[in-house]
């Protein structure tokens, strides 16, 4: 196959991978015939069955003898080395989110290895490592982002190397496809600054086994690294940023343990503006004052006119109205020390029955 012919095929298969991704194929997952396949790509039947057969071979498809290829679910096809199927709309939420947990997987990794080649490495070993932290800073300055992602993902494997995890080995293989295959959109920010300075931090910490330093300075200048090419794929959703604040709802309780309100005090509209305590205490005694020679003056009139209407009926069966009962209250807060207007007129109202 010809240099032309697989770049074809490749580019044909990450049409396809991407239309898997994006929910664009029929909602039962499977293709047309490699003839409408060939159409629709415009490239010959050949082209797609090889692309076809690239995707089977990763478990994005199914292929069987006398059936139409179908689509595999992306929560049953996705994996760390086919991390590139999330990445397609980096407006998902859950683009974001693999991604971090990609970087957070990786920066475990890193921090294991590190830890115990500073426990068990021999002093030669460390060396290696150090030169091999400072071709990474030395890339990180002057070389391409790729340059860099190739020289971080050799530290670790060295790293794997000389703490004897052979496991971690092969874990290390493939973050290193899932990244460059899967992200190589990413590829541009891997550089830096950040990508020097944890570098730096590296060698000091291999140089001396500072074994604690290694876990609690490390991981913030790794995440900081990480953090920049996160906001760069997928910047972070306002409410992440900056999330309103939650106003609790007014529960039974909360309105058990709210002052009530005092029986002189004036009647508010709710969406009044509450006033100074002062002003509501002067304000309630105001009222009550008010309030209570408003009665005086009704009681006192209808004594005058017509003392009779103020008696009980012989076939009501009704008891008096009350007469001003919010005073009470007024008498327990001390503020109605002498004897107030409405408690004459009751006394005159009882007479007015008594003769």
Request: proline residues 6%; negative net charge; charged residues 30%.
């Given at each position: 196959?010809g240099?032309?012919?697989?770049g074809l095929?490749?580019?044909?298969?990450?049409?396809?991978?991407?239309d898997?991704?994006?929910g664009?194929?029929?909602?039962?997952?499977?293709?047309g015939s490699?003839?409408?396949?060939?159409?629709?790509?415009?490239?010959c039947?050949g082209?797609?069955r090889?692309?076809?057969?690239?995707?089977?071979?990763r478990g994005?498809?199914?292929?069987r003898?006398?059936?139409?290829?179908?689509?595999?679910?992306?929560?049953?096809s996705l994996?760390l080395?086919n991390?590139?199927?999330?990445?397609h709309?980096?407006s998902n939420?859950?683009?974001?989110?693999?991604?971090?947990?990609?970087?957070?997987?990786?920066?475990?990794?890193?921090?294991e290895?590190?830890?115990?080649?500073?426990?068990?490495?021999?002093d030669?070993?460390l060396?290696?490592?150090?030169?091999?932290?400072f071709?990474l800073q030395?890339a990180?300055?002057?070389e391409?982002g790729?340059?860099?992602?190739?020289?971080?993902?050799?530290?670790l494997?060295?790293?794997?190397?000389v703490?004897a995890?052979?496991?971690h080995?092969?874990l290390?293989?493939?973050?290193?496809r899932a990244?460059?295959?899967g992200?190589?959109?990413?590829l541009?920010?891997?550089?830096?600054?950040?990508l020097?300075?944890?570098?730096?931090?590296?060698?000091?910490?291999l140089?001396?086994?500072?074994?604690?330093?290694?876990?609690?300075?490390?991981?913030?200048?790794?995440?900081a690294?990480?953090?920049?090419?996160?906001?760069?794929?997928?910047?972070?959703?306002q409410?992440?940023?900056?999330p309103?604040?939650?106003?609790?709802?007014?529960t039974?309780a909360t309105?058990?343990?709210?002052?009530?309100?005092?029986?002189?005090?004036?009647?508010?509209d709710?969406?009044?503006p509450?006033?100074?305590p002062?002003q509501?205490?002067?304000l309630e005694t105001?009222h009550?004052v008010?309030?209570?020679r408003?009665?005086d003056?009704?009681?006192?009139?209808?004594?005058?006119?017509?003392?009779?209407?103020?008696?009980?009926k012989p076939n009501s069966?009704q008891?008096p109205?009350?007469?001003?009962?919010?005073?009470s209250?007024?008498?327990?807060?001390?503020?109605?020390t002498?004897?107030?207007?409405?408690?004459a007129?009751l006394?005159?109202?009882?007479?007015?029955?008594s003769?």
């Open positions: 196959m240099m032309e012919r697989r095929v490749a580019y044909v298969e990450a049409q396809i991978e991407r898997i991704a994006l664009r194929l029929h909602p039962s997952g499977q293709f490699e003839a409408k396949l060939a159409r629709r790509y415009e490239v039947r082209t797609i090889e692309a076809l057969r690239r995707l089977a071979a994005l498809v199914v292929q003898p006398g059936r139409k290829t179908r689509a595999v679910p992306l929560d049953e994996t080395e991390l590139g199927l999330a990445l709309d980096a939420p859950d683009a974001r989110w693999l991604l971090e947990g990609y970087f957070s997987l990786k920066r475990q990794v890193l921090l290895l590190l830890a115990d080649c500073c426990a068990r490495a021999s030669l070993d060396d290696r490592l150090g030169s091999t932290c071709q030395d990180a300055r002057w391409s790729e340059v860099c992602a190739w020289a971080e993902f050799e530290l494997r060295h790293a794997a190397r703490a995890r052979p496991g080995v092969l290390v293989q493939s973050l290193q990244f460059l295959g992200a190589a959109q990413l541009p920010l891997m550089g830096g600054e950040a020097r300075e944890w570098a730096f931090r590296v060698m000091a910490i140089n001396e086994r500072d074994v604690q330093a290694l876990q609690h300075e490390l991981p913030a200048l790794l995440k690294r990480d953090e920049r090419v996160l906001n760069a794929f997928a910047p972070a959703s409410e992440q940023a900056s309103e604040a939650h106003v609790p709802p007014v039974s309105q058990d343990s709210a002052p009530k309100t005092h029986p002189c005090t004036e009647a508010r709710p969406g009044a509450t006033s100074a002062g509501d205490e002067s105001r009550c008010e309030e209570h408003f009665d003056l009704v009681s006192t009139g209808e004594q005058d006119t017509a003392p009779e209407d103020l008696l009980v069966g008891p109205p009350p007469a001003a009962p919010g005073c209250t007024c008498e327990f807060r001390g503020e109605c002498e004897k107030s207007v409405a408690d007129a006394e005159d109202l009882f007479d007015c029955r003769g």
